[in-house]
């Protein structure tokens, strides 16, 4: 699959009876349209007859209603299917992912290739079943997609490469990509399904090299990593967590994956709160109670996350909100904390910037700019920090940014390499953006200083190094 829309090239195997291809032999389905491979994969180690139900994600550009022409087809056989538009439009009001749900025999460690067929001819003959609820347990099986360009194209984790585009020099990006492997086996291994090892979303990790390898397994973990986190720690709390502790684009992404309605939900009722109790207090710099004291940069990327997500999945909790009319406010309020200098200083560094808070809050930053609203005053505020953040704040003898720019009572200006990948994203996007080649030095620079000196054998620095920078690789081509 390439660029953005549902088109491979078709094929003999597809079973059609196309031009070219010889007839097959068990009824063919007389359907001509484009082709999306996948691969049917049972995901709770049975055999047997199984339900399949997995969501499906999409480019942008597709028909408004992307499930009146299209069909699934298994060796030659046209499969009455369930089909549904999740919740969540891009903005030119096609479909994020589609819910595919069928029966299907189907064993462990035995995937069995599939064709979803698309297009204006394309009429299923079959009559649809009814849906089966989704709930919080890994399904039976799932059908998805085999192609990691087209993956990456759906752009579910965001702007990203495939694996195998990946560069192979300078050296820090190939151990970059095989380190993943290593460690994350070796997290996998200790600490899944258990939401605290889900700091800094390590289920939307999960999802990231799903997307960049077309590897099931990693499907599978981002889907038990995220149920954990949902199921152990925002549902037992009631929806009321700290910023720090929200670690939400992972269970965004799994609704769109698995179309399990009560991630939709957490995402919006967490968002609520936010908009609640963080929204009015984000332009605090100095203030002393109401909540504005706490505010540093986390904070305020969290909350516009919070909004930004659920704009993207049309969360809605308790009652509906105006997520773009808060996405706005937020980040108008989040701009004007910005010092003459291209600081974010804040009471609760005791005046001290935050280089990697910073990063956190640029990033979702590029994302609003990217997909909701290209407001024209964040390129400027964005150059601004890194600018002053490369002068001031970047250890050259380290290849690491300052954790804190001041001494401050709980931390100062010593290097902070682990925190590297969290910056990176900024300095990567602007050279996109811009196509000054010196943000694509430093950017460099700042990666290969993380990729060497953080200890990823410990669970939040492997969680760091791998939550964002995957889309570094794509702002820096």
Same mark, same amino acid.
């Given at each position: 699959?390439?660029?953005?829309?549902?088109?491979? !090239?078709?094929?003999?195997?597809?079973?059609?009876?196309? *031009?070219?291809?010889?007839?097959?032999?068990?009824?063919?389905?007389?359907?001509?349209?484009?082709?999306?491979?996948?691969? #049917?994969?049972?995901?709770?180690?049975?055999?047997?007859?199984?339900?399949? $139900?997995?969501? #499906?994600?999409?480019?942008?550009?597709?028909?408004?209603?992307?499930?009146?022409?299209?069909?699934?087809?298994?060796?030659?056989?046209?499969? +009455?299917?369930?089909?549904?538009?999740?919740?969540?439009?891009?903005?030119?009001?096609?479909?994020?992912?589609?819910?595919?749900?069928?029966?299907?025999? =189907?064993?462990?460690?035995?995937?069995?290739?599939?064709?979803?067929?698309?297009? *204006?001819?394309?009429?299923?003959?079959?009559?649809?079943?009814?849906?089966?609820?989704?709930?919080?347990?890994?399904?039976? +099986? %799932?059908?998805?997609? &085999?192609?990691?360009?087209?993956?990456?194209?759906?752009?579910?984790?965001?702007?990203?490469?495939?694996?195998?585009?990946?560069?192979?020099?300078?050296?820090?990006?190939?151990?970059?990509? $095989?380190?993943? %492997?290593?460690?994350?086996?070796?997290?996998?291994?200790?600490?899944?399904?258990?939401?605290?090892?889900? @700091? @800094?979303?390590?289920?939307? #990790?999960?999802?990231?090299?799903?997307?960049? &390898?077309?590897?099931?397994?990693?499907?599978?973990?981002?889907?038990?990593?995220?149920?954990?986190?949902?199921?152990?720690?925002?549902?037992?709390?009631?929806?009321?967590?700290?910023?720090?502790? !929200?670690?939400?684009?992972?269970? !965004?992404?799994?609704?769109?994956?698995?179309?399990?309605?009560?991630?939709?939900?957490?995402?919006?009722?967490?968002? /609520?709160?936010?908009?609640?109790?963080?929204?009015?207090?984000?332009?605090?710099?100095?203030?002393?109670?109401?909540?504005?004291?706490?505010?540093?940069?986390?904070?305020?990327?969290? &909350?516009?996350?919070?909004?930004?997500?659920?704009?993207?999945?049309?969360?809605?909790?308790?009652?509906?909100?105006?997520?773009? /009319?808060?996405?706005?406010?937020?980040?108008?309020?989040?701009?004007?904390?910005?010092?003459?200098?291209? /600081?974010?200083?804040?009471?609760?560094?005791?005046?001290?910037?935050?280089?990697?808070?910073?990063?956190?809050?640029?990033?979702?930053?590029?994302?609003?700019?990217?997909? =909701?609203?290209?407001?024209?005053?964040?390129?400027?505020?964005?150059?601004?920090?890194?600018?002053?953040?490369?002068?001031?704040?970047?250890? %050259?003898?380290?290849?690491?940014?300052?954790?804190?720019?001041?001494?401050?009572?709980?931390?100062?200006?010593?290097?902070?390499?682990?925190?590297?990948?969290?910056? %990176?994203?900024?300095?990567?996007?602007?050279?996109?953006?811009?196509?000054?080649?010196?943000?694509?030095?430093?950017?460099?620079?700042?990666?290969?200083?993380?990729?060497?000196?953080?200890?990823?054998?410990? @669970?939040?620095?492997?969680?760091?190094?791998?939550?964002?920078?995957?889309?570094?690789?794509? @702002?820096?081509?």
């Amino acid at each position: 699959m390439h660029g953005r829309s549902l088109s491979l !090239a078709l094929v003999c195997a597809s079973w059609l009876t196309l *031009p070219g291809c010889r007839p097959s032999l068990t009824e063919p389905v007389n359907v001509i349209g484009d082709t999306l491979a996948l691969q #049917i994969v049972r995901m709770d180690g049975g055999s047997g007859m199984a339900l399949v $139900s997995s969501g #499906i994600p999409l480019p942008p550009g597709l028909p408004p209603d992307s499930t009146t022409h299209l069909a699934l087809v298994i060796g030659g056989h046209e499969q +009455a299917i369930h089909v549904e538009a999740l919740a969540g439009r891009y903005p030119d009001g096609s479909a994020r992912a589609l819910l595919v749900q069928f029966q299907y025999p =189907v064993s462990a460690g035995s995937p069995i290739p599939a064709l979803l067929i698309a297009g *204006p001819t394309v009429t299923r003959t079959k009559t649809d079943l009814p849906k089966t609820t989704v709930s919080g347990n890994m399904p039976a +099986a %799932v059908a998805l997609p &085999t192609s990691a360009s087209y993956l990456a194209s759906t752009e579910v984790v965001g702007q990203t490469i495939t694996r195998a585009a990946a560069p192979a020099s300078p050296a820090a990006f190939p151990t970059y990509e $095989s380190q993943f %492997v290593t460690y994350g086996n070796q997290h996998w291994a200790s600490e899944a399904g258990n939401w605290l090892y889900d @700091y @800094y979303d390590r289920a939307l #990790i999960w999802y990231a090299w799903w997307v960049r &390898t077309g590897d099931p397994e990693y499907w599978r973990r981002g889907t038990i990593d995220a149920v954990a986190y949902r199921q152990q720690y925002v549902e037992p709390a009631n929806y009321i967590i700290q910023p720090h502790q !929200a670690q939400l684009e992972g269970l !965004a992404i799994h609704y769109l994956l698995t179309g399990d309605e009560a991630s939709r939900y957490a995402i919006a009722k967490v968002a /609520s709160n936010f908009a609640d109790i963080w929204t009015p207090v984000l332009d605090c710099t100095s203030c002393s109670s109401g909540g504005g004291q706490y505010v540093e940069g986390r904070i305020q990327a969290r &909350t516009l996350q919070s909004h930004y997500l659920s704009w993207m999945i049309d969360a809605v909790g308790d009652s509906p909100r105006n997520w773009l /009319s808060l996405m706005a406010t937020d980040v108008t309020k989040i701009l004007s904390t910005q010092q003459p200098d291209g /600081s974010y200083r804040f009471a609760e560094w005791e005046g001290a910037h935050s280089n990697y808070m910073t990063g956190l809050m640029y990033d979702i930053m590029i994302k609003y700019y990217t997909y =909701v609203q290209a407001d024209a005053r964040i390129p400027p505020a964005l150059k601004k920090s890194l600018d002053w953040m490369w002068a001031t704040q970047w250890i %050259v003898s380290a290849q690491a940014f300052k954790y804190l720019s001041d001494p401050t009572s709980t931390g100062g200006p010593d290097p902070a390499p682990d925190l590297n990948l969290l910056i %990176v994203t900024g300095y990567g996007w602007y050279y996109q953006y811009s196509r000054d080649a010196s943000y694509k030095t430093e950017a460099d620079a700042i990666f290969a200083g993380g990729v060497n000196g953080a200890d990823i054998s410990l @669970y939040k620095q492997f969680n760091q190094n791998y939550t964002s920078a995957y889309r570094y690789l794509f @702002y820096r081509q």
